[in-house]
């Protein structure tokens, strides 16, 4: 299983079965999994607090440390995907309704090589 041959379904099934086995639904309401959505994405972060762009880089070179970084994905992925699961969420229509949103907050014209959010002037 990899991302050219998994569906989004495909992985929020395996994540379901997982919690299932365990008898984890009563655990999750949508404030436990939006906070684990958000605790898992700051340990995420917090590999890269204080790192220059060069330490990064480096960093995601070293096999040691690219397996922490992918473990945190992997545990942020997994709460998306149970949040979307346990409330009835389809998020590959969430991600196009999102990207039709932004490309009509940043066109194009206005947006390219520019980090502005919508709205900011300069």
Not at 7 to 12: F, H, Q, R, Y
Request: neutral net charge; contains cysteine.
């Amino acid at each position: 299983m990899n991302d050219q041959s998994s569906t989004v379904s495909e992985l929020k099934g395996m994540v379901k079965r997982f919690c299932e086995e365990r008898d984890w639904d009563q655990f999750h309401s949508p404030k436990e999994l939006a906070i684990g959505i958000s605790t898992e994405a700051n340990e995420l972060l917090q590999i890269f607090r204080f790192k220059s762009d060069d330490q990064m880089r480096k960093m995601l070179s070293e096999p040691e440390t690219r397996k922490a970084i992918g473990a945190e994905l992997a545990d942020v992925l997994y709460f998306v995907l149970r949040f979307a699961q346990m409330n009835g969420f389809d998020l590959s229509t969430e991600l196009q309704e999102k990207i039709k949103e932004n490309e009509r907050r940043y066109p194009v014209e206005r947006s390219r090589g520019s980090n502005r959010k919508y709205g900011e002037r300069g």
